[in-house]
């Protein structure tokens, strides 16, 4: 089985619908938007891989 202990982080900057920005840790952009709604506790968010550039967008029901 596969742990995410086992795979290297990445920096994502996170930037929320009210253009607030944050430096995310996650082994994925799944895993980073979760560390992100944890800390910040918004459902919205723009996730960037500081290193590849790639961009991806997650809605999140926060309760």
Not at 13 to 31: N, P, Y
Request: charged share 25%; proline share 2%; with cysteine.
């Amino acid at each position: 089985m596969f742990h995410a202990a086992q795979t290297p982080l990445h920096r994502y900057e996170a930037r929320t619908a009210e253009d607030a920005v944050f430096a995310i840790l996650g082994a994925s952009f799944e895993d980073a938007v979760l560390a992100f709604a944890d800390l910040v506790h918004q459902g919205q968010v723009e996730l960037t891989d500081c290193e590849t550039g790639e961009r991806r967008c997650f809605r999140l029901d926060v309760v």
